[in-house]
């Protein structure tokens, strides 16, 4: 076998070839006592010099140190076998190595044993593997939290859309609250208006049925007669107030109206019917106005009917001597029509108008001339349809009771 001092006569320049290449696991450098490098490898130049400057850096070599090493200088031979460790701007670096000296020059040898390197290298595999999977966990676990976002995401819009509803049935309870006591209110106001309504009429019947009663032998038969046409006056005023109840029950009971257009001529016609006895009876005067098409609106023909009825005989009641009233109707605004009663009565006081259609709450202390319970029921008839009541009124001259009802698209 060749000596090694053989082959290096005669390889030479490939080994020098290989030693020179930067990737080689070999490091070597020449380096004099003044620091000074006299010849390195690309091996050694990848431990020992700056990347950005070009310049070697003898302070890399941390154990043993650059100065250790010159602390031995005064041996020759080989000063140093073991670890040669270099720190590096990104990573340390332990390499197996000598260090000779020969004058003043000192020849670094080191080496990457291939063993440590197959053992640097399964670390680093492990540390890769280990590296997916926690990689693998992390998606799992980002995936787990965007679901359980996703799940809270939903949560809190399934609260809030809760939070509505809640606040929602919360403001209708309050609105029912409200509603429920003004109802009640208004109930034992009405409780007091009607019963004294009704007193009046049931103690005139009362009155001449107890003188009947005591002293029917006695009486001429003409004043019989009177005291009986009394007594179905009364009858007759307590059933209307009855009717008027009735009236009131179903504006209040009807959750669905039948609403349809109405021929409002007819209507006003049906109710100017019922009433011949009354308009005999008080020589009125009842004039249509015809000039022009009424308009055709929507409404309920059995209420707009007792409307017409209340309107006419409240004419005739507070009406001049004897009463003349006329009935009309106008468009109002392209979307309503205006529907009114005029009489010549003595006219309403302006600071009293307002009080006309008073809820029952006031009627229980306010009442105007008569007017009072039929025309509360009137406006709230008149607001259940879409529609407004009116009255205009000046002393002296007479007053005009109106309401008002959306335009029907027919016709």
């Given at each position: 076998?060749?000596?090694?001092?053989?082959?290096?006569?005669?390889?030479?320049?490939?080994?020098?070839?290989?030693?020179?290449?930067?990737?080689a696991?070999?490091?070597?450098?020449?380096?004099d006592?003044?620091?000074?490098?006299?010849?390195?490898?690309?091996?050694?130049?990848?431990?020992?010099?700056?990347?950005t400057?070009?310049?070697?850096?003898?302070?890399?070599?941390?154990?043993?140190?650059?100065?250790?090493?010159?602390?031995?200088?005064?041996?020759?031979?080989?000063?140093?076998?073991?670890?040669?460790?270099?720190?590096?701007p990104?990573?340390?670096?332990?390499?197996?190595?000598?260090?000779?000296?020969?004058n003043?020059q000192?020849?670094i040898?080191?080496?990457?044993?291939v063993?440590?390197?197959?053992r640097?290298?399964?670390q680093?595999?492990?540390?890769?593997?280990?590296?997916?999977?926690?990689?693998?966990?992390?998606?799992?676990?980002?995936?787990?939290?965007?679901?359980?976002?996703?799940?809270?995401?939903?949560?809190?819009?399934?609260?809030?859309?809760?939070?509505?509803?809640?606040?929602?049935?919360?403001?209708?309870l309050?609105?029912?609250?409200?509603?429920?006591q003004?109802?009640?209110?208004?109930?034992?106001?009405?409780?007091?208006?009607?019963?004294?309504?009704?007193?009046?009429?049931?103690?005139?019947?009362?009155?001449?049925?107890?003188?009947?009663?005591?002293?029917?032998?006695?009486?001429?038969?003409?004043?019989?007669?009177?005291?009986?046409?009394?007594?179905?006056?009364?009858?007759?005023?307590?059933?209307n107030?009855i009717?008027?109840?009735?009236?009131?029950?179903?504006?209040?009971?009807l959750d669905?109206?039948?609403?349809?257009?109405?021929?409002?001529?007819?209507?006003?016609?049906?109710?100017?019917?019922?009433?011949?006895?009354?308009?005999?009876?008080?020589?009125?005067?009842?004039?249509?106005?015809?000039?022009?098409?009424?308009?055709?609106?929507?409404?309920?023909?059995?209420?707009?009917?007792?409307?017409?009825?209340?309107?006419?005989?409240?004419?005739m009641?507070?009406?001049?001597?004897?009463?003349?009233?006329?009935?009309?109707?106008t468009?109002?605004?392209?979307?309503?029509?205006?529907?009114?009663?005029?009489?010549?009565?003595?006219?309403i006081?302006?600071?009293?108008?307002?009080?006309?259609?008073?809820?029952?709450?006031?009627?229980?202390?306010?009442?105007?001339?008569?007017?009072?319970?039929?025309l509360?029921?009137?406006?709230?008839?008149v607001?259940?349809?879409?529609?407004?009541?009116?009255?205009?009124?000046?002393?002296?001259?007479?007053?005009?009771?109106?309401f008002?009802?959306?335009?029907?698209?027919?016709?």
């Amino acid at each position: 076998m060749n000596s090694a001092h053989d082959v290096l006569s005669v390889w030479s320049s490939e080994i020098i070839q290989f030693i020179d290449n930067q990737e080689a696991a070999a490091a070597v450098g020449l380096i004099d006592t003044q620091g000074r490098v006299i010849y390195s490898n690309g091996g050694m130049q990848n431990l020992l010099r700056d990347e950005t400057t070009g310049k070697f850096q003898l302070e890399r070599l941390s154990s043993p140190t650059w100065q250790t090493l010159l602390s031995l200088t005064n041996h020759h031979g080989r000063l140093y076998t073991g670890w040669l460790t270099f720190d590096g701007p990104a990573a340390r670096r332990s390499l197996r190595g000598e260090v000779w000296q020969r004058n003043d020059q000192l020849l670094i040898l080191a080496s990457y044993n291939v063993e440590d390197l197959m053992r640097v290298n399964q670390q680093i595999v492990a540390l890769n593997n280990e590296m997916t999977n926690l990689q693998h966990e992390l998606a799992r676990k980002n995936a787990a939290l965007i679901n359980t976002f996703d799940q809270l995401s939903t949560i809190n819009q399934q609260l809030e859309q809760e939070a509505v509803e809640r606040r929602r049935i919360e403001e209708q309870l309050r609105q029912s609250n409200q509603e429920l006591q003004a109802h009640n209110e208004e109930l034992d106001a009405f409780a007091h208006t009607v019963a004294h309504d009704l007193k009046n009429p049931l103690g005139v019947i009362l009155g001449y049925a107890a003188m009947l009663q005591d002293s029917l032998e006695t009486m001429s038969p003409d004043f019989v007669y009177r005291i009986l046409d009394a007594i179905v006056a009364g009858s007759q005023q307590m059933s209307n107030i009855i009717n008027e109840l009735l009236l009131l029950a179903d504006t209040r009971t009807l959750d669905k109206i039948d609403v349809k257009p109405l021929d409002m001529e007819q209507v006003a016609g049906k109710a100017l019917l019922r009433l011949q006895k009354m308009i005999a009876d008080y020589d009125a005067q009842v004039v249509f106005h015809h000039s022009d098409p009424w308009p055709n609106v929507l409404g309920y023909a059995p209420w707009i009917e007792e409307v017409w009825v209340n309107y006419l005989s409240n004419a005739m009641k507070y009406g001049g001597k004897p009463p003349r009233i006329e009935v009309g109707a106008t468009l109002k605004d392209d979307n309503a029509g205006y529907f009114w009663v005029r009489d010549n009565g003595a006219g309403i006081d302006p600071e009293k108008q307002p009080l006309l259609f008073a809820p029952f709450t006031q009627l229980n202390s306010i009442k105007v001339d008569g007017h009072g319970l039929g025309l509360s029921i009137v406006k709230r008839i008149v607001h259940r349809l879409g529609g407004a009541v009116v009255v205009q009124s000046e002393v002296g001259q007479g007053s005009q009771f109106g309401f008002v009802l959306p335009i029907s698209a027919v016709g």
